[in-house]
């Protein structure tokens, strides 16, 4: 199988790709192996805990911690385990136990515009949603005594700037 980390970043000036590990609805994580070239689950959530879009990660890069950023992916339709180009792009920090979480999450709209992803920057979510997403990720790290505080949400200028310094 492809190394799926060494896809480009970048379809276009204006897109980039992204991988998804784990679709919309899973109730556990996946991850990418690239040695073995297989998606393999990386740890399951609590129950009735279920991932609300799409997950995955930007291809050729690589974030503070190593790993490539993550992605969420705000659709109409969950995607399967594959790549697509994202046009719409912005991002939230969080601190993980004193460590800034930069990757987590960029978050993308993707696919066909619709009334459901016309949001171009996660700003303009409301606020509710945006809570609610705060909740997931802080819900998806209790199982591992992991404390996220939220350093806040920043639009696509910012996530474009932090996705081309991190392409390798």
């Known amino acids: 199988m492809t190394n799926l980390t060494k896809l480009p970043s970048w379809a276009d000036n ?6 998804v590990e784990t679709p919309r609805g ?48 705000r659709a109409n339709l969950s995607r399967c385990c594959a790549t697509l180009p994202a046009d719409r792009h912005s991002r939230s920090r969080a601190e993980e136990k004193g460590q800034v979480r930069a990757k ?42 992991k404390e996220l505080k939220f350093l806040g949400w920043h639009g696509p200028n910012r996530a474009t700037k932090t996705i081309k310094r991190l392409a390798r």
């Open 26 to 73: 899973s109730s556990c994580k996946l991850e990418f192996d690239p040695k073995l070239g297989v998606f393999a689950l990386a740890k399951p959530l609590m129950a009735g805990l279920t991932y609300p879009y799409d997950w995955g990660f930007i291809p050729s890069t690589k974030a503070e911690d190593g790993d490539p950023l993550d992605v969420l992916i």
């Open 104 to 145: 987590r999450p960029h978050f993308c709209g993707a696919g066909p515009v619709t009334a459901r992803n016309e949001i171009k920057d996660i700003r303009n979510l409301p606020s509710h949603a945006r809570d609610d997403l705060e909740q997931f990720f802080r819900a998806t790290n209790a199982l591992e005594n």
């Open 14 to 19: 204006d897109n980039i790709f992204a991988v």
